[in-house]
C-alpha cells in the first residue's frame, strides 16, 4: 500500500497513512487533535479543516458555500489521496486547556499505599539452609507480616538470577487484595527509595495522570491531556455507539485511551522534575508499582475493553462494578507490567467511579452531617448521605458548560472568555442601549470563545439587567449588540476586532493560480437564544436532579450542612452567579465546598489508603442509586427549573432579594 | 529454505525439516522415538540408525566396523541433506512400553476438588435490580458460601455476551487458592454435568495423564507416552545440562514437555471412552478446567520454564518448592486457558513433587506408625516417618533398573524379560555344567533384553545358585553360558535363536548396487560382569540412603510398621528375591506394600480432596531433608552395601538362612 504523508499547520506535524484513511484518522496518528463532536459520523461539522493536495471529499450541508470558496471540508469525510498540507482553522481545533490538577489537600493518617516495598537482606543459602529462592523471600517477608504471598509465574522465572545479580540483597513490592498479598516486584535493594504509583482521572474529554510517591505521600508531578477517544464520538454515548456499530471499535477505543495514559507515562517519567530527582527513566517505570483510576461507568469499561452495550440499554447493566485489580501486563500500560491496577468501584451504569472518587475526596461517607455532593460535566451526578447511607443519581446534563450545544461555546482553555460583567448606559442617541462587556480570558489572550463559567457569569448578567427575561428569552432591547442572526436573537459578547476567533491563516487562491496563506478577519462572539436555552436545559437537569434526590429521601436543602462542588468545572464559577441562575440550591454560600478534581483526588487517597480503599467499597455498598429517566417526579422537576432561576421563586429567596422581587 | 522429506521405518512416518537438522531432531518432530542417553551430544552411542539418502555424519568411535558397514551413524551426529529413509533398528527404538496407571485406591472421604462447579439461575436484570453482571453472579455464588471470588479480566470480557446468550441460566468453575474464590469458568447450565479435571505425572522418562470426573472423582481414561524431552538428555542432569548449555535449551525443554501433555490431552480427549460418554472434544478441552501435577523438583522447573541451573549447583537451591497456582494460559496448555494448575510442592531439589505425592498416596504422613516410602528410580528417594515428623534423602542411584548402564537391559516394554528361573544341572559331560534358564517376557514375545524386575530375579538366581559371587563376581564354572566377551566375563540369559535382540529389518547393498531390506540375525542376550557391578552400585545407594536416613533418625529397620514402594519399577518385582540381594531391607513381607504409580496416586488426589492439598503443604512443611552428598555415613554404608546382600549379614537373616550360613 502507498503511503501518503499528511502534514499538519499550524503544528507542523507529519504523520504517514494510506491511501484512503480519513484526515480525522491521520489527526490521531499525528497526535492533532480536531475537534469531532459526533465521532466522526459526519453529523456536527465540527471538524472542518483547509486541505492542499489531493483528497476525496464527500458533500455536505454542514459547508457553506463560503466554506467550499475556501477549501474547507470536513476532516472525517475526507479520505487522503496523496501527500497533503491540512491547515486546522483555530475552530476546529481542541486548544490545549487549562487543567486542574490540585485537588482538596487529603489527610493522611497513614501511609497504606496499594503496593508496599521492603528492603530483604537475605541469609545466603547453604547445605544447611536450602530453602528455596521463593520460600526464602517468603521467610524474610513474613518477619514483615506478609504471610504466603502469591507470584507471578513471570516474576519467579525471574527470581534466582535477580537474588544472585544482587547477592541476595534485594527490595521486594508487595501489593495486597482483599487481604491477600502478591509479590510483585524484586529489585535492587536500592530501589527502596523509588516507589511510585499512578492516580489517573479518565474523563471522558481529559485524562490527567499524577506521579505520586508512596513513600511520601507527595504529588511528584502531575500530566494530562485530551482523552484521544474524542475522534469517535465528545460523549459516553457517542462512543458507546462506537464500540457497537464501527468494525473494531471497542478494541480501537480501549487502544486510543491506553495510548493516551502511556503517553501521559511517557510524559511523567521524562518531567524536569523526575530528572531533578536524579530518577532514571527506565527505573521509574519499573518502579511504578501501583494503579488507581477513577473513572466514569463507560470510561472504566473502555479502559478494560469490557462491551459497554448494555450501559446503553434499558435497564442500564454494566458487565462489572466492584472491579476486580488487574495487571499492567493485561491492560498494555507501559510500566513494571505486574503493577497492580485499582479501578474505582462504580456503582451503576451512570454514577461511576468518577463519583465514588469524589465522595471518597469529600469525605461526606464519613460525617455524621448531611452533605450533599454535586459533580456538573456532560453528565450530571448528585449524591446525597452520610456516615449512615448514601443516595445517588445522574442525569444527561449536556455538555453546554463544556463548550457543546453553545455556538461559540469552548472548554476551559486558553483564549476562553471566562468571567464577564456588563454595564447598562441606559440611552444612546439614536443607538439604542449601549451595552459595555467586560470579560476576562484564560491566558489573557484575544478571546475565542466562552466557557462554562463564563456563560454562567453571561447568563446572569444578562438576567439581572434585564436583558434576558425568567424564560431565557432576550428582551427586544434596541442596542448595537442585539440582533437577529442566521439562527434568530442573538447578543454580541465581543466585537470581530477584538476577538481571535476565526483569525486563523488560511490558504487562499490567488489570481495567478498559486496558493497563498492569509489571516482571516475575525468573527464577532456571540450568544444566541438558542444557546440560552441550552444552557437553562443543563442548569435545569442540574437543579430538578438534586431535587429529586432530596425529595425521595424527605429532605429539603435546608437540612444540608454542606454542598461539595466537583470537577474541573467547578473551582471557577462564581457561586452566586450559579445560585442566580438555579444551577445551585440557594443555601447559605459557606455550606458550599469546591473540591476541584475529586476524581483525581480521590483516586490518590486510594492510592496511598488502605482505609479509603475499604471506604470505596463501603461506598459502592451503601449507596442506592435512583433512576431519573423513568421517574415522573424528575420530569416535573425539570419543567419548573426551565426558568431563571425556577418557577417557585419560593426555593431562591436571595435570588428574589437581589431582583427585588418580593418573597411571597 | 529448501524441505527434506525424511521418513521413519519401521514407522512409516513422514516430516518435513530443514536441511541441516539432525535426524534425531527429525524424529522427535515425527513423533517417533530414539535412545538418545546422552541428549544428542554424540557420547553415548544408542540412537545408531541406517540411512538410505544424502546425509552428512560426523565420524564416531562409537560406530564399530561392522555398523559403518551397515550404513548405520549416530542420529545425532547426522545431518538431514535431502529426502532421505531412516531406518530405526530394534535396539535404539524407545519402545512403546508398559505403563503402571494404576494407583493404590484413594480413600475419598469427601469430594472437594481443585475445581467446583455451580449452577447458577440468575435473576434476571432490571431497572429495580439492576446489579453488574459480575456483583451478580456473586451474590448468587455467596448463596453457595463463595465470598467475593476474583475473576480474570480475560472472563470479565467474555461474561456480558454468555449471561445474556444462556438467558441468565449458566454454570461457573471456582478455583480456590489459599481459601481465595476465583471464577474461572461461565458456561451453558447443563455443563455443569461436565467437569473434569487431569492429574499428570511428569516422569523424567515417561508422562502419564489421566482425565478424572471431578463430580465423581473416577478415573475416566488415561493415557501415557515417553517425555519428548528424552531427546535433550535421558536423567535429570543431562536435562539441566542442556537447559545451560544449548541455546534456547532451556525453553526447548518447556515446549518438549508442554507439546507432551498437549498431545496426551488431545489423545485423552478424543479417547473412546469420552466419546462413548458423548462429550464432545471441544466441550471436553473447555471443561478441563483443574490440573495437579507431579514430578520431581527439575521435571517441575521445566515444567514452569524455571532455569533449574541451581538445583546442579552445591548448595542446590531450587527457585521454587511450594509453587504457586499457575493458569493454563500461562503455560500454553491446550485446555480451558483460565484452568488452575496445582504442582505438587518439592521439598528440596532432589526430592520433588513426586515424593510428595507417593506420602500422600501411602497416608503414611496421616498414620502414628513408623513407616518407610521407597522411590527407586533414576533417583532413589526415601522417606522416613509418621504423622508427627518426615525425613527424606535422595541418591543417584543410576538408571541400572531402567535399562540403563546394563548391555543389554532395557524398560518394562514389550519383549523385555520380566522373570527369571534357572535350574543347574551339576555336570555334563565334558561341557560343564548345564544351566536352563526359563524366563518370561512382557507381552510373551521373543527377548529383546531385560528389564528391572528381571535383573532382580537374574542376579538373585545367579547368587543363590553360586553362579556369582558376594562381591558380583561371575565364578569360574564350566558351562557353555559362561564367557569371555569384549567387556570381561558375561553370563548368556538367552541364545540368539530365541531372542529377537537386532533382528531388525535391515537396509543391506546387493552386489548389484541396489538396496535390500533383510532381516539382520539375532544376537546373545548376555549379563556381563560389569553389568551386575553397575547393579550392585543401584541396590547398594538404595540401601545405604535408607540405612543412613533411618540411623540419622536414631531407629532401626525393625522398628518400621511399615514400607512402601513407590514407582512403576515397584508392583513387578519378587520382593524375596530384591530382599536377597539386600535392595531392601530384610524385614517381614507383610510388612511391604506397593503402592504403584504414587506420583500419579497423590496428584489424583490433591486433584480431588481439600485436604490432600492441605496435607501436601502440610508435607512440604514438616518433611526434614538429609544431603547424602556430603555424607560421611552414606560413603560407609554404601561401601557396606557393594556386597549380596550386603558386608554384615547380621542385617539379613532371612537371606542368611536361605543361603544355609549360620548367623552369628
Sequence with gaps: MADCLVTFQPDDKNVNVEIGETILNAAVKADVFINSVCGGLGKCGKCKVQVKGDVSSRDSELLSKEDKENNLVLACESAVMGDIEVFIPEISRAAKHQILVKSKEIDLKMLTPLTRKYRLALPVPSLEDNLSDLERIKKSLADEKIENPKISLTLLRNCAKILRDNLWDVSATVAEEDGRNEIIYIGPKDAVKKHFGLAIDIGTTTVVVSLIDLNSGEIITSQSNYNKQI??????????????????????????????????????????????????????????????????????????????????????????????????????????????????????????????????????????????????????????????????CSCSAGPAFEGGEVQHGMRASFGAIEKVALTVIPELSGEGKDIK??????????????????????????????????????????????????????????????????????????????????EAAGKDIIITEADIKNIIRTKGAVYASCSVLLKSMNYKFDDLKKIYIAGGFGNYIDLKKAILLGLFPDVPLDKYEFIGNGSLGGARLALLSRDAREEAQRIYKMMTYIELSVNNMFYNEFTSALFLPHTDMKLFPSVAEVLGEAQE
Aim: include cysteine; glycine fraction near 10%.
Design 231 to 392: 475522534v469517535c464520538g465528545e460523549d459516553v454515548l457517542a462512543r458507546i455507539n462506537y464500540a457497537e456499530e464501527e468494525e473494531g471499535g471497542l478494541a480501537r477505543l480501549n487502544k486510543l485511551i491506553v495510548e493516551t495514559i502511556n503517553f501521559l507515562i511517557e510524559k511523567l517519567t521524562l518531567d524536569d522534575e523526575v530528572c531533578r530527582r536524579g530518577i532514571e527513566y527506565g527505573t521509574c517505570k519499573d518502579e511504578i508499582t501501583g494503579i488507581v483510576t477513577a473513572g466514569n461507568t463507560t470510561m472504566s469499561h473502555l479502559f478494560l475493553s469490557l462491551d459497554p452495550e448494555h450501559i446503553r440499554l434499558e435497564p442500564y447493566i454494566p458487565t462489572a462494578s466492584l472491579i476486580p485489580t488487574i495487571k499492567a501486563r493485561d491492560l498494555n500500560l507501559e510500566i513494571n507490567p505486574e503493577a497492580v491496577v485499582y479501578c474505582m468501584p462504580c456503582r451503576a451504569s451512570y454514577v461511576g467511579g468518577d463519583i465514588t472518587a469524589d465522595i471518597l475526596a469529600s469525605g461526606m461517607s464519613k460525617k455524621e452531617e448531611l452533605s450533599l455532593l454535586i459533580d456538573v460535566g456532560t453528565n450530571g451526578e448528585a449524591v446525597i448521605g452520610n456516615k449512615d447511607w448514601l443516595a445517588s
Design 437 to 518: 462587556v467586560f470579560y476576562k480570558t484564560i491566558g489573557d489572550i484575544k478571546p475565542k470563545g466562552i466557557c462554562g463559567s463564563g456563560l454562567i457569569d453571561l447568563l446572569a448578567e444578562l438576567f439581572t439587567h434585564g436583558i434576558i427575561d425568567k424564560g431565557g428569552n432576550i428582551n427586544d432591547i434596541a442596542s448595537p449588540r442585539i440582533r437577529h442572526g442566521d439562527e434568530g436573537k442573538e447578543f454580541v459578547v465581543a466585537w470581530a476586532e477584538e476577538t481571535s476567533l476565526g483569525r486563523d491563516m488560511i490558504a487562499v487562491r490567488r489570481d495567478d493560480g498559486e496558493i497563498e496563506m492569509k
